[in-house]
Structure formats: structure tokens, C-alpha cells
């Protein structure tokens, strides 16, 4: 069974630091794409950043120099290091795990945690 289990989010100040986790389980961890996603209160789900199996990363303008992807395939883990918080990064963070391709009888599989609300504010 496939689990994407977000943690790490919370009440930060603006200008300070939290450390998003999200914890894979069920499928073949170190080939998948992982990448994290926000919802901010009546807006579009959007795309933040992403970490691919060669550990390429890409970040959306609004959080590149604040924010830094990395994963830790032995453990199976995604993780998301927000620094420099302001406000306007208020939202529920998703976790994404994505993957390009046909894998164990799936076409581009497409896994989605629960989410994890991130509150920045004095």
C-alpha cells in the first residue's frame, strides 16, 4: 500500500525556518520524482518544488534562495528546508511522488500525501 506521510509543518514567525518531512512508503522510493505542492486558503493548488531521481532540483521563483529540496533514498524520505518564512507562504503543503513511465504495470503513477498546514505569522 502506498503512504505519503507529511510532517514538519506549524506556526513559524516570518523570517524563520521549518523543515517539512514526508515519509514513502509502498513503492520504489529512489525512482520516483518527489515534489512538494501548496494550497494557500481560496487558491489553486500550486507546484513549489521538486527533486528528481538523479537529485536535480527545480524551485518555483517565489521560494528559490529561501527554500532547498533534498531526499534521503536509504530512508525513504522527502524533505523540504523553508527558510526566511514570510506570510504569504501560509498553506497546506502536499507531498508529491511522481514517475515518468511505465513501473510495475502502471503508467506515469502519481502518489499524493495528506498534507501538512504551514502557518507563518507574528
Known amino acids: 500500500q502506498v503512504q505519503l506521510v507529511e510532517s514538519g509543518g506549524g506556526l513559524a514567525q516570518p523570517g524563520g525556518s521549518l523543515r517539512l518531512s514526508c515519509a514513502a512508503s509502498g513503492f520504489p522510493f529512489s525512482a520516483y520524482a518527489m515534489g512538494w505542492y501548496r494550497q494557500a486558503p481560496g487558491k489553486e493548488r500550486e507546484w513549489v518544488s521538486r527533486i528528481d531521481s538523479e537529485r536535480t532540483t527545480n524551485y518555483t521563483d517565489s521560494v528559490k534562495g529561501r527554500f532547498t529540496i533534498s531526499r534521503d533514498n536509504f530512508g525513504s524520505t522527502a524533505y523540504l528546508q523553508m527558510d526566511t518564512l514570510k506570510p504569504e507562504d501560509t498553506a497546506v503543503y502536499y507531498c508529491?511522488?511522481?514517475?515518468?513511465?511505465?513501473?510495475?504495470?502502471?503508467?506515469?503513477?502519481?502518489?499524493w500525501g495528506q498534507g501538512t498546514q504551514v502557518t507563518v505569522s507574528s
Open positions: 508529491n511522488a511522481q514517475f515518468h513511465g511505465s513501473i510495475a504495470g502502471i503508467v506515469d503513477p502519481s502518489y
